[in-house]
């Protein structure tokens, strides 16, 4: 079975552009979340969607949004991008809401210049 | 609110030595707690869970954890390194909701 996937895996951006990420989860799986790891620190949450519906968003600015679609992928877009947005964007995913451990994907290197 | 705590940024440990790397977390309710690990330029894999089972959990690759309430930690070990366990390791904590909150890791260094 196909792991979590996400494209592109590399991007680079100029700043004020907007982005979008896309994620697949792993087939049945209902719940996909998504995380910004900024280089040398952990992943931090930005929001999590279980089925089509927004259940959880970190502290992040509104110039984040993302949706989850009736297959379950989702898209994460970013407007108006800072340089500070540079880093690793992480998808992953699970079975239900009831968290129990997700599976990630290997990410979206994303460069703001 | 959760947070997790991990003791030591880069950890170096002789090739067939134990590997021992220190996590402590604070949590509201009862934790959830993971460990995963990060090659370079992938993402995240997922080694190990406590989800209020057995306080010693096993996961993949020889590593195991113990979950202490009392000292509020979750320390991960490996009895014998090799050179394959060079890797970012995190320890993270859920309440089972919404969200994960990670570590900021800890850089584990295998000497030959």
């Known amino acids: 079975d196909a792991g979590v996937t996400q494209s592109p895996t590399h991007l680079i951006k100029t700043r004020g552009q907007h982005v979008t990420l896309r994620c697949s989860p792993i087939?049945?799986?209902?719940?996909v979340s998504w995380y910004q790891q900024v280089l040398g620190q952990g992943p931090q949450f930005i929001f999590q969607y279980y089925e089509k519906e927004e259940r959880g968003r970190g502290n992040f600015p509104d110039r984040f949004s993302a949706r989850q679609f009736p297959n379950y992928s989702s898209e994460l877009n970013v407007n108006a991008l800072l340089l500070g947005d540079s880093a690793l964007y992480l998808c992953?995913?699970?079975?239900?809401?009831?968290?129990?451990?997700?599976?990630f994907g290997s990410g979206t290197r994303l460069t703001v210049v | 609110a959760q947070s997790v705590t991990q003791l030591g940024s880069h950890v170096s440990v002789s090739e067939g030595a134990l590997v021992l790397l220190r996590c402590n977390y604070s949590s509201s309710v009862p934790p959830y707690l993971f460990w995963y690990v990060q090659y370079p330029n992938q993402g995240l894999q997922l080694l190990l869970k406590?989800?209020?089972?057995?306080?010693l959990v096993k996961g993949i690759n020889g590593f195991e954890a113990e979950f202490k309430k009392s000292e509020t930690s979750f320390h991960l070990t490996k009895p014998s390194a090799h050179m394959s366990d060079a890797a970012e390791y995190f320890c993270a904590v859920s309440a089972g909701d919404d969200k994960i909150i990670f570590g900021k890791g800890t850089r584990l260094h295998i000497l030959p």
């Open positions: 992953a995913s699970s079975p239900t809401m009831v968290f129990y451990g997700y599976t």
């Open positions: 087939s049945g799986h209902k719940s």
């Open positions: 406590y989800t209020s089972a057995a306080t």
